[in-house]
């Protein structure tokens, strides 16, 4: 099992964000000395009423502080995006951390952002599949050529050869059925969201399963996944800390409208906290979050748990020890279970 | 005159054989250097498929350099603004703006090539109006709460950027200019003119007035910080410092020759395909400690130029070289620089 931590890198408005910075260099040193495998971070634009750091020149900088963790960018919002660019700033980035990036990708949902990048709301889908195919073929290192709707590579060629071979690890998020099927078709493997329930990510494991099967791809070595994690010395405190910090946080999300692209049945995340929980975040004491990964890696096959532990209004104290907490009582629990 | 500011510009172009990992160690033992010697600037340029050359890009690169450079100014010097979406710009330099501590310069200017405008969608003929659209969307990302505009390639509806940049009202905007009208764009939209490292020095006394006048008729001051890229090379006598660079700056020259950098540049100075002794003569700062001195202190005397970005590494040039430069300047050029 891999553990690795999402920098959610999300504040509210008013904050001194040059010193949220030093407390999220802060924790990225105490995760390298801790053991941890990776940080993620994702990727929002307009992201008012929060304040969001922006994720590529992020993660280009938290590298310095955590030379030996992977690197997430997950998700990049790849629908808006033209694929050269993307291909070149991951493989400098894939150059300069020797070989430790991932390349999380998803459609992306908000208008305030297809608007932003001159993406009509229909050619969503579309642009993604064309950059992917375009950013995998410019990851060889040869010269491409290729027309897309939005994009022309005339003999085009990356600039520095990757790291890794033959690519980066490539992500594809997906919450909707017809975006796992997407996943399983194009990526190297599906990463997990963080918000749906158990019950129903076991219903879309059959159908990634079946779709992997039909593409004759074998199930991923590596199976990753999202999950809000709370963890404290027990379960009461744990309870305690994540309320208000889950709260809002999906206040906001549901105002963004991310229940719009999540399944039928499992789309209302206005729901009261603690049935919001359930299946859902993973709360409590050591022991019981230890015992939860291990029930997610048997009934899920995940082995690669990137976990949020820093709601919004988490102070950097509570951060720290959680960060502790979970790599001294949890990683040895979680991995003598397995 | 303000004093002196001196600047690396650390081009980082490699050629295709390189380890480009092992140049990277290399970069940020020359950055530590210039945060140690008391250099004022980093700067990195901008461009894709850079053939034959090896690059990064300009984004990652930056952000991660100034981990080992604390107390530089970063500068994006220049980023082709006619490709990107200003959201997509707004948002990432403010960030490094806050993750520097308020430290980054915008560098923009229109770029050139066919394959960086294919790549992004767009056109040479479209280049003008995206690079205003752009630019005016970043500063108003920057210092309003909430854009709404419609532009030819996007659409801000309520659009802010998620991060404001630590400097006020936002880090300063250096326009990249070769050709007389873009000198006068540069006067009009720019905090200052960014003077290009390829025209001749009797080019740009000739263009300072052009700019001067460009501001007159905007009603703008003449900005306090004016700088210029030039490439520079010391070493103890003249010739010992042509005989040096010679291989490696002729080499970088031709590839800009191959490009077709030299079409974008005012007519009467618009080749640089000459031969070298030609090319390096009034548009290089090369020399002896004495001579670069000189050759600055008299750039600044006719044009005001006060920060200077210096690009003392071309492909191929090695490790001890680059650094044996980058002391040398500091130690034997700028406090003569700052004396005169």
Redesign the interface.
Known sequence: MQFGVMQRGVFPQGED??AR?GELMEQARLMETLGYDSITKGS?????P?????Q??????V???APSLRLNAGIVLLA?Q????IA??F???D??S?GRMIFGCALGYR???Y????VPRGAGRKRFEENLEAVKRLWTGE?VTMTGS????????????L?QKPHPPIWVGANADPAIVRAARLGDCWYVNPHQRLDTLERQLVLYKRTLDEESKPFPAEFPIRREVFCAPTHEEAVRIAGPALKSMYEAYEEWGQDKVMPEGDNDISMRYAELAKGRFIVGSPDEVAEEMLHYHRVLGVNHIIMSVQGTGLPQSQTLETLELIATEVFPRVRQGM | MAEMQFGLMMRAQFPAEEDMQQRFAELKEQARTANKLGYASLTNGMHYSSAPFQDFQQMPFLSRIMAEAPDLRINFGIILLSLPKPLDVAECLATVDVLSGGKVIFGAALGYREVEFLAFGTSQKERVLRFEENLEAIKRLWTEDSVDMKASHFELKGASCSLKPLQKPHPPIWIGANADPAIERAARLGDCWYVNPHNRIDTIIRQTELYRRALDACGKPFPDEFPARREVFVAESRDKAMELCKPFLKKKYAAYHEWGQDKAMPEGDDDLGLDFDDLVRDRFLIGSPDEVAEQMIDLNKKTGINHLIMSVQWPGMPQNMVLDVINTLAEDVFPKVRQG
């Open positions: 964000m040059r910075f929002h634009y307009s992201t008012y929060m304040h969001e750091m922006m590529l020149p992020y993660l280009s900088r590298m310095a502080e808006l033209k694929p050269l660019d070149e700033q493989a400098t980035m150059l300069m020797g208008d305030v952002e608007k932003g990048f001159g010269p939005h994009f022309e590579l005339d003999g085009a060629r990356i600039s520095v050869p790291v």
